[in-house]
């Protein structure tokens, strides 16, 4: 089920406050029908808080959600029987048993199909561990039971805050399979995630959100056409010089600079210009030691999110400010 | 009726519901064989008034029909603070364990988990008095034998049809005395505040009691105890003893007000509260 605008989940100007902090500053999402949506946005830019506000633990200040088509507010907590979640940390009894945690949590909220159950240990791959307490669950197998959990009810929304914590690769790829399946089916998966080389493999939509305002929303495929990125590696003594000449060449796009100690810079340029990159570099007597093209999710996040992002914990981008000095931001003018 | 089924599941499952009910019954099986022993061997008796009154206050525990009330004073009084424990374990947890939220998420009414999740515990609380009471009356037998008493009052009938009667009243107040664990916890979000400031409130009272009898007797532990004063068997000497309490009725009523009311703030704060992490 979703909207007349085909919109399985939409938000309109949703506001929350903590105290003072604006957590979401008129948040406006659109997510439509049977897509993988990746919900993206640096540490405390709202997505938690739109999570929870999502699945009816807080309630918003002022806004509108709707759900499948219909309004979610206050007391419309029956619309979240069409709703699977995984919110934060996965929670359950830590003495009961995997398959008894799915079968306590299913005496809450809408009826759970007979057998759905066992289907989804499988599903999840801990049919052979269901019958251990989860105290003695690793963090990877808590989370795959925090997925089947989300599945119990087979909802047409699922709501995923950090779907891939703890899993390790195969365990990734199974989730990612999974969610890609039930997109297929015309089930809608909305997953918010730091992951963002794992988002690029799976979501079909991404939004991106910023200090608790939607920056920009869309296919993902066309995002990344806008963000088209030509990435060279010059010497790093030869950064600033190679900054001047290729802002030249293409002075109405923000240069990016990533990995300053090993010498990476990024121009917004379609992959067939790369060749140009080359040789204006080798025009000014700058040599290029490496060379890459395509598009990077990464780099569109850390553009429209000011560099202060998840990607930053990972220690991959180092940004510069306009005038070439680190500053903690992605993008230099 | 699945959500208190689930209910019963999980709590007949965890561990804290079997603690508790092993030191409720524990202990009084070990008091009253203790008393047993001691009265048999005359410890404790010296000379003196006051040493007749503690012999015979030791004597009644083992001896039929005052037993029956003993007993059920035993299980109102040191069952009731295990309740309260119990009440703010389980509540808490629901917090820190963050399953509330789980089944909020879900759409499940946040005040109908809650006063499920408390229904469970009483249905619980009833089984687990019975129990101990039965056990501690057999304890009580058994002790009458190491005391060398009569055990003829056993029969008593008159006293045992009083029994069931009695036992829902003291069900009802070690539910009150739960609610109050159950809300402090959920209004802590925490097992372990819940229990602290649970045991701090249940001596808090009784400590203000020796200094402000006339109002504590309208405390919730106060009236609890006064609510479940029913002697079912003649009244004993020990039961003049009893300090400022209010008639068994009125405390009654009081007891159902803090139970109502305890039941009330927790389902206004889970209503109303924000739900993380």
Known sequence: ?????????????????????????????????????????????????????????????????????????????????????????????????????????????????????????????????????????????????????????????????????????????????????????????????????????????????????LVREGQLKDLLAMEALVKVRVQPDQVTAAIAALT??????????????????????????AAEVSKTLAAVGIYVLGMESGTDLEMLFLELTGGSSAADDEGKFVGLGTNGSPSGKGTVA | MRLFLSGLRKLSRRLATWVTFGLLVGLVVLIVLAVGGAVNGGVGAGNGPAATVRIQTMKEFVTFPQAYDRMLDFVLRFGGLLALLYGAAIAGSEWGWGTLKSAVARGESRVGYMLTSFASIAALIAVGLVLAYVIALVAAVVGANIAGVSTSGLNDSATIGQIPLALVRVWFSVLEEAALGFTIATLARSQLAGIGVGIAFYFGESFAGLLLPDFVQYMPFAAANAAANLSVSTPTTTDAATTAALPADQALVLVAVWLVGALLVASVFSDRAEIAG
């Open chain 1, 248 to 273: 030249a060449l293409a002075p109405a796009e923000p240069l990016a600079e990533s990995d300053r100690e090993a010498g990476w810079l990024a121009v917004h340029l379609p992959a067939e210009r």
């Open chain 1, 1 to 213: 089920m979703s909207g007349a605008d085909g919109l399985a989940l939409a938000t309109r100007g949703l506001r929350k406050s903590y105290g003072p902090r604006r957590a979401l500053d008129g948040l406006d999402l659109s997510v439509p029908t049977g897509v993988v949506y990746g919900f993206l946005g640096p540490n405390g830019a709202g997505k938690t808080t739109t999570m929870r506000v999502l699945t009816g633990l807080i309630h918003p200040d002022g806004g509108t959600v709707e759900i499948l088509g219909r309004p979610f507010r206050r007391g419309d907590r029956r619309r979240l029987f069409e709703v699977g979640a995984l919110v934060e940390s996965p929670s359950f009894y830590p003495y009961l048993s995997g398959r008894a945690n799915l079968r306590e949590l299913g005496a809450s909220g809408a009826k759970v199909p007979a057998g759905r159950i066992e289907e989804l240990l499988g599903v999840v791959g801990l049919s052979d561990r269901a019958g251990d307490k989860v105290e003695d669950y690793s963090l990877g197998m808590r989370q795959r039971l925090g997925i089947a959990a989300a599945l119990l009810s087979d909802p047409q929304l699922l709501l995923l805050d950090e779907p891939a914590n703890g899993l390790d690769p195969a365990g990734m790829v199974a989730i990612r399979d999974t969610l890609r399946a039930l997109a297929a089916q015309g089930k809608t998966v909305f997953v918010s995630s730091h992951l963002l080389a794992e988002v690029q493999v799976m979501a079909d939509v991404v939004g991106i959100i910023a200090a608790g305002k």
